[in-house]
């Protein structure tokens, strides 16, 4: 099973503020959409609720992981543990399986992950308070492809994709 995390950050690795992604990138919404169609969704049910209308993505298998026992969602496969995930995402293999959100999700997932598409935006957001690892950091992880910058929003970004090396 390929685990693949897949997010936008800032240049300190920032992700999110109160619940929500600090930018809005429309480029980087269509990466994400081509980039997941036909795959596995695996993510906690915050980021679930942050979707439109609290539904799941579509065309795509939407896997949640929640402490909360009694949760259900149409359209969604519920687990409770990072164990139980894993095990249900490997049912669907050769589907990739792609690791959305949020924090801790993140936290929990990247030592299964083999690959990582991260949307490096080229500033600093303001108080944020949900971070991922820096890859660039951790000597496992190297870069091995990196897109042109590109703006849009005023903001610059530019697509980078991280694979998993020996350590």
Request: glycine content about 8%; overall charge negative.
């Amino acid at each position: 099973m390929e685990l693949i995390e897949i997010v936008a950050a800032d240049r300190n690795w920032a992700i999110g503020k109160d619940g929500d992604m600090c930018h809005h990138l429309p480029e980087d919404m269509a990466f994400f959409r081509r980039t997941t169609l036909g795959g596995v969704l695996l993510m906690g049910r915050k980021t679930l609720d942050s979707f439109p209308g609290g539904k799941p993505l579509p065309k795509r298998i939407n896997i949640v992981i929640t402490h909360q026992k009694d949760f259900e969602r149409e359209g969604c496969l519920v687990v409770h543990s990072v164990e139980e995930a894993l095990s249900l995402a490997q049912t669907f293999a050769p589907k990739p399986v792609f690791v959305v959100g949020g924090g801790t999700i993140y936290r929990q997932m990247l030592p299964f992950c083999t690959k990582a598409y991260i949307t490096k935006i080229d500033t600093t957001f303001e108080a944020p308070d949900t971070f991922i690892d820096n890859l660039d950091a951790l000597a496992s992880w190297r870069v091995i492809e990196e897109s042109a910058p590109m703006e849009q929003n005023g903001l610059s970004f530019r697509f980078v994709t991280y694979e998993r090396g020996s350590q």
